[in-house]
């Protein structure tokens, strides 16, 4: 049960980052217009290029039901603990739009739900056997 939720709550945060991360690519004055006029359009285009290259990843994670490796694990987790970071610091003091507070909300329901969903022994932490970590190569 809680392998699928992980699942499930990857599979959304792949379809939000990669979402949200093209929208000011594809339309940004609807982009600006919800979360405020931006100064540096290439950063909002790097941005969001960069959160659907997360995304991306985390999608294929879910798809291909490996959301137990300990990559995609942290991936996940610290790509959210990051946005929200920004979100919280830059939101709170008023540089930033309040609406970025909203999505602080859903960075850190992401990194609740995460953490809710593992269980000892539920992320494969392991490097692999010794004599698999290299192609071939059988370490002494």
Request: charged residues 15%.
């Amino acid at each position: 049960m809680r392998d699928r939720l992980r699942q499930w709550l990857l599979a959304l945060q792949s379809g939000y980052y990669v979402l949200t991360g093209i929208w000011p690519l594809v339309h940004l004055p609807s982009f600006e217009a919800v979360t405020g006029p931006k100064t540096d359009d290439w950063l909002v285009h790097m941005v969001g290029l960069l959160a659907a290259t997360i995304g991306i990843p985390i999608g294929m994670a879910a798809v291909r039901n490996h959301g137990r490796t300990p990559e995609v694990v942290v991936l996940a987790v610290m790509s959210a603990l990051a946005f929200a970071a920004i979100d919280l610091w830059y939101g709170i003091t008023g540089r930033i739009s309040g609406i970025y507070l909203a999505d602080a909300v859903v960075q850190l329901g992401l990194v609740t739900g995460l953490a809710l969903t593992h269980r000892a022994h539920s992320v494969d932490w392991s490097l692999g056997t010794r004599s698999n970590r290299k192609a071939n190569i059988d370490v002494p």
